[in-house]
């Protein structure tokens, strides 16, 4: 509960003592850069061999002759738009990104920049955590939107090339009882998780003590911490929306 009750007031100083729009508005555009264009290849490459390896494991379980052909991909697509797209990526972007926040915030921690910060009297945490949690509930759910699309194209791909499934049939069964609401619940879940993981880990790193090792176990705990948030919330939000 102290832990938890530090994380809460910390997210209360971002806001307090801000500087100016233009200055925030910089240094979110260069975050967005490093969160998001940099993330783009990892999250098409992932995604893509999910699709493929999903398409393929759900035809070999289809064994029934009585089973269509075209469920395959039509469990394939809930599956990508409901878990594979956001939850599992989000396992991903935080081993990635949140790792990244937690170190390059220990490593100013620790070699006293952040200090220097607020000896100039700018509010280090507001001026160095809100860029990064803005541009991750910029960029994370379009890097799901991604994720999403390259994970059905990979599927399409597979079960065509192995014949697994005709063209038609794999369109048809992405088509078959589409749920709208499943991609504004994909979305709502990405927000979320990009907050969590940007905040958390912002916060492991912002409070590191110590030298060097210190930073590396910062990182393990903001990853860590985040995987399990990420978790917790991914059951509250589908046991509330769904």
Do not use: W
């Not at 233009?22 to 999250?43: A, D, P, Q, R």
């Not at 390259?150 to 399409?156: F, K, P, Q, T, V």
């Amino acid at each position: 509960m102290k832990g938890f009750g530090r994380y809460m007031i910390f997210l209360g100083s971002l806001f307090v003592r801000r500087e100016t729009f233009m200055t925030y508005y910089k240094l979110t555009l260069e975050e967005c850069i490093n969160i998001g264009v940099k993330s783009i290849l990892l999250f098409v490459l992932v995604s893509t061999f999910m699709g493929a390896v999903t398409t393929l494991q759900t035809g070999a379980n289809l064994v029934s002759p009585f089973v269509p052909r075209f469920i395959i991909s039509n469990v394939v697509r809930e599956m990508t738009i409901l878990e594979l797209a956001p939850t599992i990526m989000a396992i991903i972007y935080a081993g990635k990104v949140g790792s990244s926040m937690s170190g390059g915030l220990g490593t100013m921690r620790i070699t006293e920049q952040i200090d220097a910060l607020e000896v100039m009297g700018i509010n280090a945490a507001s001026y160095l955590v809100l860029p990064k949690i803005v541009a991750s509930l910029m960029m994370y759910p379009l890097l799901v939107i991604v994720s999403g699309i390259c994970a059905l194209i990979g599927g399409y791909l597979v079960g065509t090339l192995t014949e697994l499934l005709t063209p038609t049939e794999y369109v048809y069964g992405i088509r078959y009882a589409f749920n709208e609401f499943f991609i504004s619940f994909a979305l709502i879940k990405s927000f979320v998780f990009a907050f969590l993981i940007a905040s958390i880990s912002s916060f492991k790193g912002y409070y590191t003590h110590g030298g060097a090792l210190e930073v590396g176990i910062a990182s393990t705990q903001a990853v860590t911490a985040s995987i399990i948030a990420i978790l917790l919330a991914d059951y509250f939000l589908a046991y509330l929306l769904l």
